[in-house]
């Protein structure tokens, strides 16, 4: 780990002498939210309105600033010798780079942070808080749902800003607390992890991703018809009489169904020569391991046959109701800007990282297309 610590500061050589903790309030809606978007994508969405910026100076008192005060104090110094924390700081520093052309000399980020050390427990800013013994989050950001910075008045958008400042208090709250726990070279990785996002170098290669996507659509179309055709020797798959006002199931419907049935799903499995992963459950029963966490599920998800993988994939992505593949993601994002790679910090509880906004950057195949659709700029920016 020592010398971990020695190549990544080798590559980033830092001399802070500042510590702000911050956090952006933006605005969201019923269809513009993180739970809808992506990080990348909702920050870079023309729809994106910055509220407010909650700011803490080292161990200072909160404030509350307008976007165009924030904007103005953040131009009056250089941040290069500042290092920022948040809650998620993948969202507050990527908003920082992309909105405000700002790269502060470190990144730390609470989030990352409660990963390593409380793995496999509630992360979110108010059950932290009261683990560490500094309260809970304020209610109110349900009031500002769907509204702009213009349509709040000024008393509600004061009380949005004690809302936020709570969230400033407990997230520097939590850096104090915890920093104490970490060796510095975990805060480095953290780091080294988040700037792989907030500062992103590498370009997209719309052709290839093109072609990846369309090559993906292709494979898509052969595995349901693969699913259709053993659903038609499957007797619980019966057809709609010809009485029945319903219209034939499609083929996507059919497909949805096997997919959506653990049974079905491991006798397709089986008919293809692949014996179904299983483990036991709560009571000790043997049931089968479908999740996409469970190992079984993860073996199948890299198996070296491909008609194997597909049908794993396609599972996965009926049970999560995921709509976009990751290579639609990839497209969208290669049409934004710079491809910024996501991955959480200690998100696995082994302490692996793990894959993030809903692309896992460590799963592209070699010698598949994703990897070739990767490209190093002409110039660096």
Request: proline share 6%; glycine share 8%; hydrophobic share 40%.
């Amino acid at each position: 780990m020592l010398d971990t610590l020695a190549k990544l500061r080798a590559l980033h050589p830092v001399n802070v002498n500042a510590l702000v903790h911050l956090d952006f309030e933006a605005f969201y809606s019923a269809d513009f939210s993180l739970s809808k978007l992506t990080t990348e994508a909702y920050v870079r969405d023309p729809r994106f309105e910055v509220l407010g910026v909650g700011v803490q100076v080292g161990k200072g008192e909160p404030v509350w600033l307008e976007a165009w005060e924030f904007e103005a104090w953040a131009r009056s110094f250089d941040w290069s010798r500042v290092a920022v924390n948040a809650h998620h700081a993948q969202l507050d520093a990527f908003i920082l780079g992309e909105r405000y052309g700002i790269q502060p000399g470190f990144l730390c980020c609470t989030l990352s942070m409660a990963r390593a050390l409380h793995s496999g427990e509630p992360l979110d800013l108010s059950s932290l808080g009261q683990r560490y013994g500094l309260g809970a989050k304020s209610e109110g950001l349900a009031e500002v749902k769907g509204k702009r910075r213009a349509d709040l008045t000024q008393a509600q958008w004061r009380a949005f800003g004690d809302y936020c400042k709570q969230d400033v208090r407990l997230g520097a709250g939590l850096f104090y607390a915890m920093k104490p726990k970490l060796p510095p070279a975990e805060l480095w990785l953290i780091d080294t992890t988040i700037r792989m996002f907030t500062q992103p170098v590498f370009e997209g290669d719309r052709v290839v991703l093109d072609a990846a996507l369309a090559d993906e659509k292709q494979k898509k179309k052969e595995t349901i018809a693969r699913i259709v055709a053993w659903a038609g020797t499957d007797p619980d798959m019966k057809p709609r009489g010809p009485r029945s006002k319903k219209p034939p199931p499609t083929p996507e419907e059919i497909a949805k169904k096997v997919l959506g049935s653990s049974d079905k799903f491991a006798a397709l499995l089986r008919s293809l020569g692949e014996s179904p992963p299983t483990k036991f459950n709560d009571k000790s029963e043997t049931i089968y391991a479908f999740a996409k966490d469970d190992p079984g599920m993860q073996e199948l998800l890299e198996s070296p046959r491909e008609e194997i993988r597909l049908l794993a994939e396609a599972r996965i992505s009926v049970k999560s109701n995921v709509d976009e593949t990751r290579i639609t993601r990839m497209v969208g994002m290669a049409s934004r800007g710079r491809m910024a790679a996501y991955l959480k910090y200690s998100g696995a509880h082994t302490h692996r990282w793990a894959g993030g906004d809903k692309t896992n950057w460590q799963n592209f195949r070699r010698g598949g297309q994703l990897r070739a659709a990767i490209l190093a700029p002409e110039t660096l920016p």
